[in-house]
C-alpha cells in the first residue's frame, strides 16, 4: 500500500495522545490519517494479539508480573477490528520507538496486519528515548537508521 501525504488532514504521533479514543475522534473531526503514540518495540513484540468481536476491537494485551505472585494485564496498543475487503479505513499508522533492526522487525511484523504503516520515531528528545538508543538519538547514527529501515521494508508484507 502507497500512503499519501499530500494535502490532508493528519493526527501526528503525540505521547499519551493518540490512543484509540482520541483516533476516533480525530477521525470523526476530518482526520485522514492517525498515527498512534510511541510504542516500544520491546513490548509490543511480548504482547498477545486479542480480537474482541463483541467490541470489533483488536487489542495487544502484555501481563506483567505484580507484587504477591499476581500478574496485571495492560493494552499496549488498541484499534478498531478493520475488514481487509472495507476501503473506506482511514489508515492507521504505528509510531514505532526502536534502536534496533531485530527488534523492530519483530514488532512490525506482530502489528503488520492491523496497521497501514510503521513510522520510526527518530524526534523523540525524551530522556527515556534517547538513553535507550531511541527517538532523537537515531539522527546521530545513519548506519543504524539505514539497518532498521532497510530490515523493516525487507522484512514486512
Known amino acids: 500500500m502507497t500512503l499519501d501525504y499530500g494535502n490532508k488532514l493528519i493526527l501526528a504521533p503525540m505521547v499519551r495522545v493518540g490512543c484509540l479514543a482520541f483516533r476516533l ?3 470523526e473531526h476530518g482526520a485522514e490519517m492517525v498515527y498512534t503514540e510511541e510504542i516500544i518495540d520491546r513490548k509490543l513484540a511480548k504482547t498477545v494479539r486479542t480480537v474482541n468481536e463483541e467490541k470489533g476491537l483488536v487489542e495487544y494485551i502484555i501481563s ?3 507484587k504477591g505472585g499476581t500478574f496485571k494485564d495492560t493494552v499496549v496498543f488498541s484499534t478498531v477490528l ?3 475487503t472495507h ?3 482511514v489508515p492507521l499508522i504505528l ?3 526502536t534502536g534496533d533492526p ?3 522487525l519483530v514488532a512490525a511484523r506482530h502489528v503488520q496486519d492491523d496497521v497501514d504503516g510503521i513510522d520510526v520515531n527518530m524526534g523523540c ?3 527515556f528515548s534517547v538513553k535507550g538508543g531511541m527517538g532523537s538519538a537515531l539522527l546521530t547514527e545513519p548506519a543504524k537508521v539505514q539497518a532498521i529501515l532497510t530490515a523493516l521494508v525487507a522484512g514486512l508484507e
Open 87 to 89: 476501503r473506506g479505513n
Open 82 to 84: 478493520r475488514k481487509p
Open 95 to 97: 509510531q514505532l520507538g
Open 25 to 27: 475522534l480525530a477521525i
Open 64 to 66: 506483567e508480573p505484580r
Open 102 to 104: 531485530h527488534h523492530a
Open 125 to 127: 528528545p525524551k530522556k
